[in-house]
């Protein structure tokens, strides 16, 4: 939620931007602030630890790699090599 617009009594932010996880099935818990790195593996084990219904996410199925069938000496039609901006 957007704290600038929303106010909770029980959710104090600690500095821009703070992520407060309210745990289900309690309503009396207070918050905890998520304090590890913003990556998808960090959250993923924060998650795990405490949430209150246990999940488990399955991993992605990583795509077929795509196989170029142009030649490395070959231009591409429109491709004047050099790079605009």
Do not use: C, Q, W
Request: hydrophobic residues 30%.
């Amino acid at each position: 939620m957007d704290g600038t617009s929303n106010e909770h009594p029980r959710a104090k932010a600690d500095g821009f931007p703070t992520i407060l996880f309210f745990p289900g099935g309690n309503k009396s818990f207070d918050p905890i602030t998520v304090d590890v790195d913003r990556t998808v593996v960090e959250l993923y084990k924060f998650l795990k630890k405490h949430a209150s219904i246990p999940f488990k996410l399955e991993k992605p199925a990583t795509p077929e790699p795509v196989i170029s069938t142009k030649k490395s000496d070959e231009k591409i039609e429109g491709d004047s090599g050099k790079d605009e901006l």
